[in-house]
């Protein structure tokens, strides 16, 4: 933390002398960059039956991004990123039709490290996502996504990047919360350290009244129970099983802690990796602990074949789950990728599977998938 202070100050009493530079300086770049996945998915049982859907923004959301950086002069660049994510199949904007919803900050760069306000990703996503099963899967969250790692973002936030010293980083967000409430105010570090071809990441979250997918723990998890609390309900017309909770009537807890351990290895055309996160969430007068371990790999069959496999172990309270997801890509080129995944979820008896709390839950203990997309960069 003292290194993260000395940073902050060099970069605020820097400001008087390339405050004064820019004015002769012209020198700034924009780039537009994004993102296009679309594809058809067939899942094996959702409420009861079979479903196909043109699924997009699956492999990585579905995006349109401005970055630029301006050179300030004595090694100091202003920079900022904005970036929407939509849907491809009706082209609304997503993160609850926010313009810029996906990231949106502002900040300043040099050798002491990077410092940055606004809607942007957690440190704790930073340093751990690249060991996740995501690599072999666009549907292969962690169950629930409870806990963040895939895309944890922190409104209203300040964040520290440290510059890479001799293979080792680290970083620090706060975010402020959002209200006079200060709802989902948290703050995380994360660090990683890579020499040749091993990396490892390590990383720490917490978020005070948290929102988001825990607002409702049956409809991502199949989970009928938890911290105590009965999720479902019958309705009394059909008998069929709802949900006691929604965006309007959310699930709420006090607070959610979130710690994680990941590692690779690169041994040429096949990369390992693995990781294990444990959220912990106080509510109701109680707590209680989600653990997820994973293995994964990507191995570089040919120059354009890719074929990339992720274990997931998850436990919560009483309940485990068991998936296994496959990816198939071919490159057709060095922006558009063909690819065919796959992803088989087994939950303990009496819980609804539901893979990666993207899909309706299953009417048994099973749920899985295939999908046939496309991806393009640009």
Same mark, same amino acid.
């Given at each position: 933390?003292?290194?993260?202070?000395?940073?902050?100050?060099?970069?605020?009493?820097?400001?008087?002398?390339?405050?004064?530079?820019?004015?002769?300086?012209?020198?700034?770049?924009?780039?537009?960059?994004?993102?296009?996945?679309?594809?058809?998915?067939?899942?094996?049982?959702?409420?009861?039956?079979?479903?196909?859907?043109?699924?997009?923004?699956?492999?990585?959301?579905?995006?349109?991004?401005?970055?630029?950086?301006?050179?300030?002069?004595?090694?100091?660049?202003?920079?900022?990123?904005?970036?929407?994510?939509?849907?491809?199949?009706?082209?609304?904007?997503?993160?609850?039709?926010?313009?810029?919803?996906?990231?949106?900050?502002?900040?300043?760069?040099?050798?002491?490290?990077?410092?940055?306000?606004?809607?942007?990703?957690?440190?704790?996503?930073?340093?751990?996502?690249?060991?996740?099963?995501?690599?072999?899967?666009?549907?292969?969250?962690?169950?629930?996504?409870?806990?963040?790692?895939?895309?944890?973002?922190?409104?209203?936030?300040?964040?520290?990047?440290?510059?890479?010293?001799?293979?080792?980083?680290?970083?620090?967000?706060?975010?402020?919360?959002?209200?006079?409430?200060?709802?989902?105010? *948290?703050?995380?570090?994360? &660090?990683?350290?890579?020499?040749?071809?091993?990396?490892? +990441?390590? @990383?720490? $979250?917490? #978020?005070? /009244?948290?929102?988001?997918?825990?607002?409702?723990?049956?409809?991502?998890?199949?989970?009928?129970?938890?911290?105590?609390?009965?999720?479902?309900?019958?309705?009394?017309?059909?008998?069929?099983?709802?949900?006691?909770?929604?965006?309007?009537?959310?699930?709420?807890?006090?607070?959610?802690?979130?710690?994680?351990?990941?590692?690779?290895?690169?041994? *040429?055309?096949?990369?390992? &990796?693995?990781?294990?996160?444990?959220?912990?969430?106080? +509510?109701? @007068?109680? $707590?209680? #602990?989600? /653990?997820?371990?994973?293995?994964?790999?990507?191995?570089?069959?040919?120059?354009?074949?890719?074929?990339?496999?992720?274990?997931?172990?998850?436990?919560?309270?009483?309940?485990?789950?068991?998936?296994?997801?496959?990816?198939?890509?071919?490159?057709?080129?060095?922006?558009?990728?063909?690819?065919?995944?796959?992803?088989?979820?087994?939950?303990?008896? *009496?819980?609804?599977?539901?893979?990666?709390?993207?899909?309706?839950?299953?009417?048994?203990?099973?749920?899985?998938?295939?999908?046939?997309?496309?991806?393009?960069?640009?």
């Amino acid at each position: 933390m003292k290194k993260i202070g000395m940073a902050i100050a060099a970069l605020a009493t820097s400001m008087p002398v390339f405050q004064a530079q820019a004015e002769n300086i012209s020198n700034t770049k924009v780039s537009i960059y994004g993102r296009l996945d679309a594809g058809v998915t067939t899942v094996s049982n959702e409420a009861g039956g079979r479903n196909y859907r043109l699924d997009d923004g699956v492999y990585g959301a579905n995006r349109i991004g401005f970055k630029g950086e301006e050179d300030l002069g004595g090694g100091t660049q202003a920079l900022f990123v904005l970036e929407n994510s939509f849907s491809l199949g009706d082209g609304r904007a997503l993160q609850g039709g926010a313009l810029f919803g996906r990231q949106s900050y502002i900040g300043l760069r040099n050798d002491w490290g990077t410092l940055t306000l606004g809607n942007q990703y957690s440190s704790l996503t930073d340093f751990l996502v690249w060991y996740t099963g995501l690599c072999a899967s666009g549907y292969a969250f962690h169950q629930g996504s409870y806990d963040n790692v895939s895309g944890d973002r922190l409104r209203h936030s300040l964040k520290y990047q440290s510059p890479s010293m001799n293979g080792f980083r680290y970083g620090a967000t706060y975010g402020f919360g959002s209200g006079t409430a200060q709802r989902d105010k *948290g703050w995380n570090v994360g &660090a990683q350290y890579e020499q040749g071809s091993a990396s490892i +990441g390590v @990383g720490y $979250s917490r #978020h005070e /009244r948290p929102v988001g997918a825990i607002s409702n723990p049956y409809r991502s998890t199949g989970m009928s129970s938890f911290l105590g609390q009965s999720l479902v309900s019958a309705d009394p017309a059909t008998g069929q099983v709802v949900s006691r909770y929604s965006p309007a009537n959310p699930f709420r807890v006090d607070r959610q802690d979130t710690w994680g351990l990941g590692g690779s290895y690169n041994f *040429g055309k096949f990369t390992l &990796a693995a990781d294990t996160i444990d959220t912990r969430f106080d +509510g109701y @007068g109680r $707590s209680s #602990h989600v /653990r997820v371990y994973e293995v994964s790999d990507i191995h570089q069959l040919t120059e354009r074949t890719t074929l990339a496999a992720s274990y997931q172990h998850t436990r919560a309270e009483s309940t485990r789950w068991n998936q296994l997801s496959l990816q198939l890509s071919y490159a057709l080129s060095k922006r558009t990728t063909l690819y065919l995944s796959g992803d088989y979820l087994r939950a303990s008896s *009496g819980t609804k599977a539901v893979i990666g709390g993207v899909f309706a839950p299953s009417s048994s203990n099973k749920q899985s998938d295939l999908r046939m997309a496309v991806l393009h960069t640009f």
